[in-house]
C-alpha cells in the first residue's frame, strides 16, 4: 500500500508562481509540497522576455497600482538575487508618428518616482546623432530616451526559488502531473504520478494551491472538480533570437506603427533576443510555436529603427510561450491586465486557491498576499521574511557582483575568465559547490564545447532537478546557443548514460525551434 504524506500545503503548478509560493510557505515553517507535470519552468516561466520591469506600457492603460507594485519588486529583487538579475540600460527611439515626446517624457517620470527608485539610474533625454546609443539608429531618429529596468534569468529564478523551498523542507517533484485532487473528511487528497517512473504519491493537505498558469482551468474543472467563475485569457508571446548588431550593453526599446514595443536586448554576449508579440491563443497550451507571420512581424519593427537590415537568414532561434493572463474582459491582448487574482474556494472549510495571472516581476509579492489569504482560513502563518531573504547563491555579503567576481577569481585563479563569469552569473555563490575540490580546467571533467563540463552537468542533475539534456542544455543553461549540433548530441548521449536512463520521448523536455 502506497504510504500518504501529509502536508499543510500542496502547490500544483512549478512555475515561478508556484515555487513562489512553495518556498514562502515553507520559510513560515509549513509542511508543502508541490508538483509539477513536465520540468521546473517548462512553460510560460521559461519563455518570457528575461526581464524584471514594471512594465513601462503598462501605464497607458492606467495600471499605476501594478506598475508601482512591480517597481518596488524591481527593487527586492535585485538586492536578493543579483547573480541572476542585474540593471539594463533602455533606449527608446522616439518617432514623430506614434506616441508624441511629451507623453513618452510622462510616462519615464512616472516611472522614475512611483516606485521609489533607491538602486538604479534614473531617466535621461538622448542626442541620438552624438550619443554612441543612437550610432545603430536610423539617421531620421534624432531624440531618444534612456531609462533603467532589470535582466532576468527567468528559468534559474524558478530553479532556485524551488531549491530554497526544498531546503526549508519542502517535497518537490517533477515530471509528477497530479492525476486526482478530492475533498474528503476535511482535507484535500492528492495522487500524482511520475511520468517518467510511473511512481504514485499521494498526500493529504490541508490546502491546495492551483499554480497551474496556463492549466489552471483544467485544474480546476479535470483534477479538483471544483468550480470558479474566473477565467484565464491565453495569449502568446513569441521572440527571435539573433546575432547581436550593435556596440554596447544597452538594450533598446521600439514603438511599432500599431502602438506596440518590442524588446531588442543584449543576449547571451554575442547574440540578441527580440520579442514580444501579443497573439490571442485558443489551441492547447502545450501546442504552442512561433509563426512565420510573428517572425516577419519582429524583423520589420527591428528593421524600421536599426541601420543593419535584419533578414529570416539572420534568425537564429525562436520560441513561443503561453501567458495566462487574467480575463478582465478587454478585447485586445496588449491591454488584458497584467496583474493577478486570488480566487479562494473555501467549500467544506477544505479550501482551494487559485492564482489567475501574474507576472514574473510580481511572484514574491503575489505568494506573500496568497499566504495572507490562506491565513484567514484552514492555515496559521509565521510572519513575512522573502522581502530580505537571498535566494541561494545571492548571498554575497553585502558586495556587489563584480566584487564577488574579484573574491572568486581569488579562490579559483585557475578558472579562465569566461568560465569563472558563467559559474559566478549562474550559481552566485553555490559556484564552490559546483567546482568542489577541482583545482584545474581537467578537474572538471569532460568538456563538451563551450563553458560546458562535466562538472557543472553532474551538479544541475544532482542538486537542481535535471533529467534530460534538455533541461540542462535549455532552462538551467543557455549552453544549447552556443554549442554546435553534435556536440549537443554527444552531449545527450553522456548525459543520458550518466542519469541511469534515457526519458520516453513524451517526458522530453521542450527546447527553442531551431531557425
Known amino acids: 500500500m502506497t504510504e500518504t504524506q501529509e502536508v499543510d500545503l500542496f502547490v500544483i503548478g512549478g512555475g515561478i508562481n508556484g515555487v513562489g509560493i512553495a518556498r514562502d510557505a515553507a520559510g513560515r515553517g509549513l509542511s508543502v509540497a508541490l508538483c509539477e507535470k513536465d520540468d521546473l519552468a517548462e512553460g510560460t516561466s521559461s519563455r518570457s522576455g528575461k526581464l524584471v ?14 506598475v508601482r507594485k512591480a517597481l518596488i519588486e524591481r527593487e527586492v529583487l535585485l538586492r536578493n538575487a543579483p547573480h541572476i538579475i542585474w540593471p539594463m540600460r533602455f533606449v527608446l527611439p522616439h518617432s514623430r508618428n506614434d506616441r508624441p515626446a511629451w507623453l513618452v517624457r510622462l510616462g519615464l517620470f512616472l516611472y522614475d518616482y512611483l516606485g521609489g527608485r533607491a538602486r538604479l539610474p534614473g531617466t535621461r533625454v538622448l542626442d541620438l ?7 545603430a539608429i536610423q539617421d531620421m531618429y534624432r531624440k531618444g530616451f534612456e531609462y533603467s529596468d532589470c535582466w532576468v534569468d527567468d528559468a534559474r529564478l524558478v530553479v532556485l526559488n524551488a531549491m530554497d523551498a526544498a531546503e526549508r523542507g519542502a517535497t518537490i517533484l517533477t515530471r509528477a502531473p497530479c492525476v486526482s485532487a478530492r475533498r474528503e473528511q476535511g482535507k484535500w487528497h492528492v495522487t500524482t504520478r511520475n511520468s517518467v517512473t510511473g511512481e504514485i504519491r499521494n498526500f493529504e493537505a490541508r490546502v491546495l494551491v492551483n499554480a497551474a498558469g496556463p492549466w489552471v482551468r483544467d485544474v480546476i474543472t479535470n483534477v479538483a472538480a471544483s468550480s470558479s467563475r474566473r477565467n484565464v485569457r491565453l495569449v502568446k508571446g513569441s521572440h527571435i533570437i539573433v546575432p547581436k548588431f550593435w556596440r554596447g550593453e544597452q538594450a533598446y526599446l521600439v514603438q511599432n506603427h500599431d502602438k506596440r514595443v518590442i524588446f ?3 543576449y547571451e554576449g554575442d547574440k540578441a533576443l527580440i520579442g514580444t508579440t501579443d497573439i490571442a491563443h485558443d489551441g492547447p497550451a502545450d501546442a504552442v510555436a512561433a509563426e512565420e507571420a510573428e517572425i516577419t512581424y519582429l524583423l520589420d519593427v527591428v528593421n524600421r529603427y536599426f541601420k543593419e537590415q535584419l533578414s529570416r537568414d539572420d534568425v537564429l532561434a525562436v520560441y513561443s510561450g503561453v501567458r495566462a493572463l487574467f480575463d478582465d474582459g478587454k478585447g485586445n491582448p496588449s491591454a488584458v491586465t497584467r496583474d493577478y487574482v486570488l480566487d479562494l474556494d473555501d467549500s467544506d472549510n477544505v479550501p482551494l486557491l487559485n492564482i489567475f ?22 492555515l496559521r502563518i509565521g510572519g513575512d521574511w522573502t522581502a530580505d531573504a537571498p535566494l541561494p547563491g545571492g548571498d554575497m555579503d553585502g558586495a556587489d557582483f563584480d566584487l564577488f567576481v574579484n573574491r572568486a577569481k581569488g579562490d579559483f585563479p585557475w578558472l579562465p575568465r569566461p568560465l569563472l563569469l558563467h559559474y559566478a552569473r549562474l550559481y552566485g555563490t553555490r559556484m ?3 567546482i568542489g575540490a577541482a583545482g584545474s580546467v581537467d578537474g572538471l571533467g569532460r568538456h563538451f564545447g563551450g563553458l560546458l563540463y562535466e562538472a557543472e552537468a553532474r551538479y544541475l542533475h544532482r542538486e537542481e532537478w535535471a533529467q534530460t539534456a534538455e533541461d540542462v542544455l535549455w532552462r538551467r543553461t543557455k549552453h544549447q546557443l552556443h554549442l554546435t549540433g553534435g556536440e549537443q548530441r554527444e552531449f ?13 520521448e513524451h517526458a522530453r523536455a521542450g527546447s527553442p525551434d531551431a531557425a
Request: aromatic share 12%.
Open 53 to 66: 520591469h514594471g512594465g513601462l506600457r503598462y501605464l497607458e492603460y492606467f495600471e499605476f497600482s501594478l
Open 129 to 135: 546623432g552624438r550619443a554612441p546609443e543612437g550610432q
Open 264 to 266: 531588442v536586448n543584449p
Open 357 to 378: 495571472g501574474g507576472k514574473i516581476t510580481t511572484y514574491r509579492e503575489l505568494a506573500e498576499k496568497a499566504l495572507h489569504r490562506l491565513d484567514k482560513t484552514a
Open 432 to 434: 564552490h559547490r559546483l
Open 492 to 504: 545527450a548521449r553522456w548525459f543520458e548514460g550518466m542519469a541511469g536512463r534515457a526519458l520516453p
